[in-house]
């Protein structure tokens, strides 16, 4: 059986989405999906092209009308993906404090530098890339309040190999842990070329490790096509130890959802 939660998607509501909302919910249906997470952008970052981009009131009035139209056949969850919490405190609380099911925290930037961009490339190694990325997860961990941390291993999309820097991976779990945050599993490596998800089996053994448990699985598609991909794979890998719960959340709860798989 396959998992049946996509709980990392963006609509046309995130500045790189190419899909309306009614469009993907419908795609969602038809592919079999049960519960499908809207976590659209929302970035403080200046630089970035999606600055200033969100509109929570369409999205809400979009994820109602979605809700009366899909709502017997698709389970519909209102997120967010927040970059960078920690650089922006005042805005998070103010996202915080609205409806929403689930916060997603993420690391785009790296200072000046989005993870993806040629310069950041030209001016640090592959390993110091991964080291920055690392030292910014961490202080977006410790700072906290949000529910699931997407892509820990971000960088690996991009340069397409890992550099695991044990004592900061190691404090980051162990932060996510004290905090009651779920670890993503972000299957979109596997549509970039790699034959891994982010994280993988390495950085997830070692989560449990930390008695880490909550899993939630995000493809972070940008189109109706990639909803649900490489969740065949995820359910592998996620299978392998039956101390992970993989789970939803609504409204900001965790709920497992391993009775429907
Ligand atoms: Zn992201
Ligand atoms: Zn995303």
């Not at 049946?4 to 419908?26: E, P, R």
């Not at 967010?80 to 689930?102: A, C, G, I, Q, W």
């Not at 900061?168 to 070329?193: F, H, W, Y």
């Amino acid at each position: 059986m396959e998992i049946i939660a996509d709980m990392h998607v963006h609509s046309k509501f995130s500045v790189d989405g190419k899909d309306n909302l009614m469009a993907m919910c419908q795609a969602a249906i038809e592919k079999g999906v049960k519960y499908i997470c809207f976590t659209e952008h929302f970035d403080m970052n200046p630089k970035d092209r999606g600055y200033g981009y969100f509109n929570f009131e369409k999205f809400s009035e979009a994820i109602d009308s979605a809700k009366n139209k899909f709502g017997d056949s698709l389970y519909i969850l209102k997120g967010l993906e927040f970059s960078e919490p920690h650089l922006h405190p005042e805005e998070f609380e103010e996202m915080v404090r609205k409806d929403f099911d689930v916060m997603i925290g993420s690391v785009h930037w790296l200072g000046g530098f989005i993870v993806g961009q040629k310069e950041l490339e030209e001016k640090f190694t592959k390993e110091e890339i991964f080291k920055k990325y690392y030292r910014e997860v961490l202080r977006a961990t410790k700072f906290g309040g949000f529910d699931i941390l997407a892509h820990l291993d971000f960088p690996k999309r991009y340069l397409k190999q890992s550099y695991n820097e044990w004592n900061l991976v190691d404090e980051i779990l162990s932060e996510l842990t004290k905090s009651d945050i779920a670890l993503e599993i972000n299957t979109s490596p596997l549509r970039k070329g790699l034959n891994e998800c982010s994280p993988d089996k390495e950085l997830l053994e070692r989560y449990i490790k930390h008695k880490g448990s909550r899993v939630s699985i995000g493809s972070d598609a940008h189109s109706s096509l990639d909803i649900g991909e490489g969740f065949a794979y995820a359910e592998d890998l996620t299978k392998r130890n039956n101390k992970i719960k993989v789970g939803i959340f609504q409204q900001r709860k965790f709920v497992s959802i391993d009775e429907e798989r």
